[in-house]
């Protein structure tokens, strides 16, 4: 699957703008195969570069390490993965790219200042929307698109078109612009992306989508596909697109390209991770976390230090004695201990001890609580310790079917005294948020079934 990028410069500039020396083939090997870049022909007084991508789909598998043979499919290993342009393709790009995408270069930065003639082909792009839904990606951004189908199996044109194009890209802009581009487009034209999007996702689609985005009229559906139909994170997405006071992103604490890519994410990991965009997102700095088990989220909220107090409740001093454990609070410095503590306490009885808070947070917990105990659930947390946001999340019990091995009418968990359908939450929320003056929202965690909707559902509540 190769990507070609061309431009009304020479070689040599187009060398320095990619900070690539024209005269060698450069190899970059990524977690799913071998990336190479080399120059090829172009038309006189132009240059032009292609990128070839080297997928190795056994290794693409195996790269999944936790997968158990029940849950091994033949889809696994027969899939276009290898060959179309897909997100691969964008990782790709920013590895081998980096550096041009930033907009730096030593040696023309003028040149890298000022927009040009510049072309790209995406070879063997799966179109999923036709192509109008390209033409409607790429022109708003000042391209010229032509869109060439391929068919099926070139030796078989009987059976007709397959659902790949090639895409050709001319325009006047910058280079670092271009790559921008692409970097975010190319895996909305797939619309499936190959590892599992988290939150450092909706930080690489701002940061690349930076001055650009924001003015997009297909901003939504690139936000959507961008984010693999995870509502949750697009929304994040979305409302920071539209702050116009955001803060600019700290270098710093930008996620490495590489790293998110081929882990799939268990089930609890991608709630925490949505729980903490979503603090992140509300600005919250004072944690209150009910229900905190061995303090996972605590463990992921700790190294960030905009979390200035983090409290964490639990009525299992078993539970407290593994967070305890976990978190080596008895090995923290004097001035960490004031800023994480657990306490003892049951979310049924008033507690003075939970007042004052930014948010509370209460993961994968009401489903324990008995329903005629949920009205003295709801005083504690929305009347009486009163916390500016609360996140909420439980399962969707339509998802179930989606488990293998859960026989059917069981739930997930032996003490779990109920699990909702979606709507079953819903009136819930809309119930308690009215009654104690509060917004809900309701957002989805996992990735969402077409039918039966996403395995974890979050509510979001704002005072
Ligand atoms: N939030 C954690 C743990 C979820 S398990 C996580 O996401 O990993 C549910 C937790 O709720 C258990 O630790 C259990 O001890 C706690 N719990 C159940 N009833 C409670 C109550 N009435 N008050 C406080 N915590 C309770």
Redesign the pocket.
């Known amino acids: 699957m190769p990507l070609t990028l061309g431009g009304a410069v020479s070689q040599t500039d187009l060398g320095y703008l990619l900070h690539k020396n024209p005269s060698r083939i450069h190899s970059f090997e990524m977690p799913f195969g071998m990336a190479r870049v080399f120059q090829i022909d172009a038309p006189a007084n132009q240059s032009a570069v292609a990128l070839l991508l080297d997928v190795d789909p056994v290794e693409l598998v195996r790269g999944r390490g936790e997968k158990s043979s029940s849950s091994f499919s033949l889809r696994q290993y027969v899939n276009d993965r290898p060959y179309a342009a897909t997100s691969f393709l964008s990782v790709a790009l920013a590895r081998v790219f980096g550096t041009a995408m930033s907009g730096r270069s030593k040696e023309r930065q003028e040149l890298a200042d000022s927009p040009r003639e510049f072309s790209a082909a995406i070879v063997a792009a799966p179109c999923r929307g036709g192509v109008d839904f390209a033409k409607r990606l790429f022109e708003p951004l000042g391209y010229h698109v032509e869109a060439e189908r391929h068919p099926l199996d070139e030796q078989f044109p009987e059976w007709g078109e397959g659902p790949y194009y090639t895409l050709r890209l001319s325009g006047r802009l910058r280079l670092r612009e271009l790559l921008a581009h692409l970097y975010v487009l190319i895996p909305v034209l797939d619309a499936e992306k190959h590892y599992w999007v988290g939150e450092s996702e909706v930080e690489k689609l701002l940061r690349k989508g930076e001055g650009w985005l924001a003015k997009h009229p297909e901003k939504d559906a690139i936000a959507h596909r961008y984010l693999a139909r995870q509502y949750s994170l697009a929304r994040v997405a979305l409302s920071r697109l539209e702050d116009d006071g955001a803060e600019p992103l700290d270098e710093l604490s930008q996620p490495n390209t590489e790293s998110g890519i081929e882990r799939p994410l268990k089930l609890?990991e991608q709630?925490i991770e949505s729980v903490l965009s979503m603090l992140k997102s509300l600005n919250a700095v004072t944690i209150l976390?009910?229900?905190?088990?061995?303090g996972?989220?605590i463990k992921a909220l700790m190294p960030d230090r905009a979390f200035q107090s983090i409290l964490g409740?639990?009525?299992?001093s078993r539970?407290l004695e593994r967070a305890a454990d976990r978190l080596r609070l008895d090995q923290l410095a004097t001035s960490q201990r004031e800023r994480v503590r657990l306490i003892q306490?049951?979310?049924?009885y008033r507690d003075k001890r939970l007042e004052g808070f930014d948010a509370a947070t209460v993961?994968?917990?009401i489903e324990?609580?008995d329903t005629a105990r949920l009205a003295a659930f709801e005083r504690v947390v929305f009347e009486q310790a009163r916390p500016r946001h609360v996140i909420i999340t439980t399962p969707n019990i339509e998802y179930n079917v989606c488990f293998e091995t859960l026989p059917p009418g069981v739930f997930r968990h032996d003490d779990h005294r109920f699990e909702w359908t979606r709507d079953e939450f819903r009136s819930w929320a809309e119930g308690v948020a009215r009654r104690y003056g509060y917004s809900s929202r309701l957002l989805a965690v996992g990735l969402e079934d077409p039918v039966v909707g996403p395995p974890t559902q979050m509510g979001v509540f704002t005072s």
């Open positions: 609890w709630r976390d009910l229900g905190c088990g061995e996972k989220l409740m639990d009525v299992s539970a306490g049951s979310l049924l993961i994968e917990v324990h609580l």
